[in-house]
DNA sequence: CAGTGGTCTAGACCACACC
DNA sequence: GTGTGGTCTAGACCACTGT
């Protein structure tokens, strides 16, 4: 009854009770090509949770799930004794764990990996203290010089215990790490990064084609399966004038 | 019955029904309590979801949405068919809106901030972009250089649009910019930040106390309200020597 | 097979915002 | 007041994992 806001939506869905997909989770995803597709557009507001959920023929915690989603994604503002909104899209898309590779293709660049080494060897005190392990016990170290459109942006050093590699030096110029983790039942499920600054040594600028004293920027990070085991240390330096990294956040 | 995993566990709590907080979040609370603080040990595996339930009065849904919530945060692992293990407590505390000026006072470190300038200016055809202005119209431009135990580490820069600026320099010594947007009833909703390195301008050696040359992390920050409006725009660097972002992700 | 978490339903009551 | 989202309940069926 009420075209206070810019105005109320009413979207036409499809739903599929026979698909394995759970509804709520078509709800949502269709909600949200709507709204990133502009269909349903910024600053609308929906029909409360009880009207919409019978518009599609759901309960109400089902449709309410969707919202949730769609609210847990930053899409959508919900507030009690006012209704649920449509956010300007500014959100970039969540940081995941995902590698530079990844990161590359997904910007339409043509990254290669150029693998320099990979070696078994003992682990010093610091790379054991990181990954859980005895000083001395079996790791890998990969080395990898990442190019994009063919200029070097970033030397990747990677330790992971023995256990961990049971692939070969071939497959890593063709898929990322963690695909190849995965590929063989690693289950990850989280990581902890460091992200710094430092300037780069003289080896460093010449292999990444940087200027004497350039600044590097450098990650750090421990990746860790469900079981909350260390699967890999990396440490890689980028070539800070052609890289950076980028962060979204949700308050809440 | 079993003792396959390294145990079970069987909590003790107090739920307070008549209390404001939500009983899934009373639960999810002491859980993760007894978690981080090793009552219940890294590797238990609960009990399931309905006995949970009936042990503490609750209705399924209200302890599924307590495990839920400590499963989102990565304290647990959930595994239909398996059951419900606890994870070795790896993950920092997830990244949030702070300011470094919380981020100091977290770290028990004593931070200081000295107000640069505060003042009303015309927007330039970057900042007016960044802020969804146009040029020329008002904008408020912070410069504070911050302060760990007495020593420059951080020069921060921010603008504002005039209209989300009613408060005075004074305040600003002693709150977090956030803080303060807050209290004035801003609904702070997401940001996007990108986080990169450069050497240092010789004007910013000396007020960070670096050597010539040093490197500086630099990160750029765009927060916006809920209503997708952006409400301001951060230009700080960093003296990398002595500061680092640190950031977790749950895979998932 | 039995046991687990994942989904879905149909109701109920409440806290909060606006009129 | 009326309308909104937030919480809670008591069931049901399903999908997956292990035996």
Not at 48 to 62: C, F, K, V, W
Not at 136 to 155: F, H, M, Q
């Amino acid at each position: 009854m009420s075209a206070q806001s810019p105005e109320a939506v009413i979207p036409s869905f499809t739903i599929a009770r026979s698909s394995p997909v759970p509804l709520y989770f078509q709800v949502a995803t269709q909600l949200e090509q709507a709204i990133l597709s502009g269909q349903i557009p910024a600053g609308a507001r929906f029909a409360n949770e009880i009207q919409l959920a019978e518009d599609l023929g759901l309960s109400r915690p089902t449709m309410r799930r969707a919202m949730q989603h769609l609210s847990d994604n930053g899409l959508v503002v919900r507030r009690r004794g006012i209704g649920t909104r449509v956010v300007q899209p500014k959100v970039r898309r969540k940081l995941e764990l995902t590698s530079l590779y990844d990161d590359l293709v997904n910007t339409g660049q043509r990254p290669t990996t150029d693998l320099i080494g990979l070696d078994l060897i003992d682990a010093d005190d610091e790379v054991a203290a990181h990954l859980d392990l005895k000083a001395g016990d079996g790791v890998y170290l990969l080395k990898r010089l990442r190019s994009a459109n063919g200029r070097p942006i970033a030397k990747m050093t990677n330790y992971l215990p023995e256990r961990y590699v049971t692939f070969g030096a071939d497959e890593l110029a063709d898929h990322g790490l963690y695909e190849l983790l995965r590929r063989q039942g690693v289950q990850l499920h989280s990581a902890n990064q460091t992200i710094g600054a430092r300037p780069a040594a003289a080896a460093e600028s010449k292999l990444l084609d940087e200027p004497r004293g350039a600044a590097l920027l450098t990650m750090q990070r421990i990746t860790y399966d469900d079981h909350g085991t260390a699967v890999e240390l990396g440490v890689h330096v980028y070539a800070a004038s052609r890289y950076s990294f980028e962060v979204s956040l949700l308050t809440s």
